[in-house]
């Protein structure tokens, strides 16, 4: 099993552009988790879902998008790219039945310059 | 108040010892979970152990345990016999709420473990 994949690994921007995070997992988990990490902090919630169709604010949305079309998949929309948002980006999911894990994807590196 | 927090920046440990890395949470949410995460200096996040708020044993996995005090709200990771490849920030999360319905996942800042030879 791939697991979570995310792409692309690695991205620079410009202030102003758009672009979108991609994240798939094989595991036919219901939860999945987008994170971002800001350098030397932990992990803060920017999106969930619970499903496909459904999906609710974590703790950090301002700026992102998210959509739930599949089980599979998970994107992650940024609008108008801010030099805030440069970070490391994390999906995540795990199953409905046992939330006692997270499986993690390897990340995005976003630069917005 | 922090939902999750890890008050030592920074540990060293000697090679074979046992290191204690500590979280202290704060929830009102009487179905919580709690992680502890292991990130390399490559970067993935990497599961180490789980323990639910309901869990009446302190959850093991390896050379992993946490030591869940719950009146305390403190869950402390446990490395025994710490090995190089130990070296690593290392992150406490919380889950609140119920599975199948409303999650929120709060992660600490970390610690950073460095294990000395």
């Known amino acids: 099993n791939a697991g979570v994949t995310q792409t692309p690994k690695f991205r620079i921007l410009k202030i102003g552009q758009s672009m979108t995070l991609q994240c798939t997992q094989d595991?036919?988990?219901?939860?999945m988790y987008w994170y971002r990490q800001d350098p030397g902090m932990g992990l803060k919630l920017i999106y969930y879902?619970?499903?496909?169709?459904?999906?609710d604010k974590g703790e950090v949305p301002n700026g992102y998008n998210v959509s739930r079309s599949t089980t599979e998949d998970f994107p992650l929309r940024l609008e108008l790219a801010a030099p805030s948002q440069t970070s490391v980006y994390f999906c995540?999911?795990?199953?409905?039945?046992?939330?006692?894990?997270?499986?993690f994807g390897p990340g995005t590196r976003l630069l917005v310059l | 108040a922090q939902k999750i927090t890890q008050t030592q920046p920074g540990m060293f440990v000697q090679e074979k010892e046992a290191v204690t890395l500590d979280c202290t949470y704060d929830?009102?949410?009487?179905?919580?979970?709690l992680f502890w995460y292991k990130q390399p200096s490559s970067g993935e996040m990497i599961f180490l152990i789980y323990q639910g708020s309901y869990d009446q044993q302190n959850a093991t996995e390896g050379r992993y345990s946490l030591n869940f005090q719950k009146a305390r709200k403190s869950a402390n990771l446990v490395i025994s016999a710490s090995q190089l490849g130990d070296s690593a920030m290392y992150f406490c999360a919380m889950r609140e709420g119920k599975t199948g319905g409303y999650q929120k996942v709060t992660f600490g800042t970390g610690t950073k473990l460095q294990v000395i030879p």
């Open positions: 995540a999911s795990s199953p409905l039945t046992s939330a006692k894990t997270q499986y």
């Open positions: 879902s619970v499903g496909a169709g459904i999906t």
């Open positions: 929830t009102s949410d009487p179905s919580y979970g």
């Open positions: 595991m036919n988990h219901n939860y």
